[in-house]
């Protein structure tokens, strides 16, 4: 019975060895390979890419235009359509007033107090809410017009007859909740897509209750007019946002446990692997040779007793 233990146990250790040295050889190989196809710390650039094919590298018309549509006074369409689709989109209409009533109501807690903290700072609070639609209609609107050089100059020859006239120079305006947000929003689509944008709005009332419940945030509030509490609220939600989507990638891109197993920076924990079983493989057969010599000894002597 030990016998056929020890057979079993030697014939499987052969097994593995040899699957070892297969993914040690091939690990190696990479290994080789890897060091021999990277440019060294010291190539330059133009030696680094000195084999790249350029005749592949192509830039696609929508990422041209992108780019190049403002600079000769057309707006973003693709940012045209997704402001359409949010503006159609009944859950993020109401998600966009639940965020502006929840911020209103954070920012104008103490009306008085407010009022005073606004006008000591020279600021006009908060701009009237606007439903989502309409809110994007009018941002639209403004954004054509910036782009119309002929109304941008009527526009600077008008406030500067206004500045000339009253002598008080710029005067502020009102802090949109909505344009605020749905600034914020562009960016999230802007770096990832249309789902994400949808998806940070939905979000934001869940996320600035928890927030705006916290009484350290309620005395922050208290103390910053209201263009820096949207701007901070907002923006941090952003980030916090944007981190959680990075983190989502970074496990989206994590390699498989093949690809992990395959890694030529494996090479040294297989060859550690092998050598373990090659002494583990000694020490069976120094067992199996030395009870061998032994069963040798004991028939020696029987057969040494017989007359």
């Known amino acids: 019975m030990l016998g056929k233990i020890e057979s079993a146990l030697l014939y499987l250790m052969r097994l593995v060895m040899v699957i070892l040295v297969l993914f040690t050889l091939f690990n190696f190989a990479l290994w080789s390979w890897e ?51 949010l503006a159609a989109d009944t859950t993020v209409v109401a998600a966009f007033a639940e965020v502006d009533a929840l911020v ?7 009306p008085a107090q407010r009022k005073k903290l606004e006008d000591d700072n020279n600021e006009r609070g908060l701009a009237p809410a606007q439903a989502l ?17 002929a109304a941008v100059d009527a526009a600077t020859a ?12 710029w005067q502020p305006q009102p802090t949109s909740i909505g344009e605020a947000l749905l600034n914020q929003t562009r960016s ?29 945030v309620q005395a922050g509030i208290s103390k910053q007019t209201a263009s820096i509490v949207v701007s ?7 980030m916090v946002f944007s981190t959680k989507a990075g983190e989502s990638d970074a496990q989206a891109a994590t390699p498989g446990w093949l690809e992990r197993l395959l890694e030529p920076s ?18 069976v057969v120094f067992l199996r040779v030395e009870r061998h010599l032994r ?11 017989r007359p």
């Open 232 to 238: 901070n609220l907002l923006l941090n939600y952003n």
């Open 188 to 216: 999230i689509i802007t770096s990832y897509n249309y789902d994400a944008g949808r998806a940070f709005v939905l979000g934001a009332p869940a996320a600035l209750k928890t927030l705006l419940a916290d009484p350290q």
């Open 133 to 149: 639609p309409a809110l994007v209609a009018a941002m639209q609107a403004k954004e054509r017009a910036d782009l119309d050089t």
């Open 266 to 283: 494996n090479l040294l924990v297989f060859t550690v692997l092998l050598w373990s079983f090659v002494f583990l493989m000694m020490i």
């Open 158 to 169: 008008a406030a500067a007859a206004v500045e000339a006239a009253d002598g008080d120079g």
């Open 35 to 85: 060091a021999v196809r990277k440019p060294k710390p010291d190539t330059t650039l133009e030696e680094a890419h000195k084999d790249r094919d350029w005749a592949t590298l192509k830039i696609s018309d929508e990422e041209l235009k992108k780019i190049t549509y403002s600079d000769f006074g057309y707006g973003d369409a693709s940012q045209a359509l997704n402001d359409g689709k």
């Open 295 to 305: 069963a040798m000894s004991q028939e020696g002597k029987t057969l040494a007793q």
């Open 104 to 110: 209103r109501a954070a920012i104008e807690r103490n």
